[in-house]
């Protein structure tokens, strides 16, 4: 492996001799310009690919971290709440590092890509009558008294490893977004950005910091609404939290970037997962598409984004969630006989002598 995160960035992570290297090859995702959506609405606008990790989410920047720390201090187990992603990651450091690994999840509440991640990876499977902020509250209760090292992004490893995010797009663009749109949960990835960013104007590697703009589901919207929220709901499950770890933290990054917190209805993240798709070739999980879905809203009445970059963090890939694609992003096949006369037919016809049906 030619490049890791952890050697790249080693100056401003919490690496000193004693820190193991761990990798699985994370980080360096693509930053994609967008062809179509950037000439309608007058503005440079990013994707960052955050699926195209190991795990096929953000969360593997700041797992290796912690993971590396962990492995410093000597933790033999680690543990973690999910909606998903922080499971799916922990799961295959974890394999790779030979830590047992827990995860307490959400019955019923997690994508079934994920759930198969953390089973394949082989972490030991808690599932929960209850949501994601009960099984947050349960790890800080009982991981102490177990020996278990917690790597939920309450872990200050974590946020430091996801910094690397804002390193990244930095480096890329020869300076700092003038907005970053990002969906928020937990809140620590926006937290982290913002640390990151402020390093980085630190060490005068950029000389200003992109307004922040958090984006949060309609019935999920703790910060947006300014209260815990106890029975969160949305479909894009990645960011169902009603209570997030890291809210000061975030409500900061927004309040000194001079950005702002948006909430989106489900119609509108599917709305935005489907145009990514259609329209620039980007598949990402819901929770992902909701920075373009809060971009669109930010656009419908502020025009101060106009001749500017703008970056989107597309957190998770979208083969993570296939029950949301299946329902709201599948379309028609047409279903023909093997004979080269109706293959060509239906490709001309766009239909053929049979029929046509939905592929699920
Ligand atoms: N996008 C995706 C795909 C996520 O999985 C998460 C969080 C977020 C955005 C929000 O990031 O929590 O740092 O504000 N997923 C966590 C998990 C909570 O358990 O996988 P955040």
Request: net charge positive.
């Amino acid at each position: 492996m030619k490049k890791s995160l952890f050697n790249q960035y080693k100056k401003f992570l919490p690496i000193t001799h004693k820190t193991p290297e761990v990798t699985l090859g994370e980080g360096f995702t693509p930053l994609v310009k967008s062809r179509n959506l950037s000439n309608k609405f007058n503005c440079e606008m990013y994707f960052k690919l955050e699926g195209c990790n190991p795990s096929s989410s953000f969360k593997d920047r700041g797992m290796f971290m912690a993971v590396s720390k962990a492995i410093e201090n000597k933790k033999q187990k680690i543990i973690c709440a999910s909606t998903g992603n922080t499971s799916a990651s922990a799961a295959a450091y974890g394999a790779r590092y030979n830590l047992e690994t827990f995860v307490i999840i959400p019955a019923g509440k997690i994508a079934l890509g994920k759930l198969l991640q953390a089973m394949a990876y082989g972490a030991k499977i808690i599932s929960i009558d209850g949501n994601f902020d009960q099984a947050l509250k349960a790890v800080r209760e009982i991981s102490d008294n177990l020996g278990l090292e917690i790597v939920n992004s309450i872990n200050p490893y974590r946020l430091e490893g996801q910094m690397t995010g804002a390193f990244e797009i930095s480096d890329e663009l020869d300076g700092a977004p003038d907005f970053q749109f990002m969906p928020v949960g937990n809140a620590g990835n926006i937290s982290s950005y913002f640390k990151g960013y402020k390093k980085y104007m630190d060490a005068k590697k950029i000389s200003k910091l992109p307004k922040l703009i958090g984006i949060q589901a309609e019935n999920s919207a703790p910060l947006v609404d300014n209260k815990i929220i106890d029975s969160p709901s949305t479909l894009a499950s990645a960011i169902r939290i009603g209570n997030p770890a890291s809210s000061k933290l975030a409500k900061d990054a927004i309040s000194v970037t001079g950005g702002k917190f948006i909430k989106v209805s489900d119609d509108e993240i599917i709305n935005a997962q489907s145009i990514l798709a259609k329209e620039e070739g980007l598949f990402c999980e819901p929770a992902s598409a909701a920075s373009l879905a809060g971009f669109f809203k930010y656009a419908e009445s502020e025009d101060d984004y106009k001749g500017k970059t703008l970056t989107f963090i597309l957190t998770g890939n979208g083969l993570k969630d296939p029950e949301v694609a299946k329902k709201y992003l599948s379309s028609k096949i047409i279903k023909t006989s093997s004979k080269i006369k109706d293959i060509a037919e239906s490709i001309q016809n766009g239909k053929s002598k049979s029929f046509i049906r939905r592929f699920f």
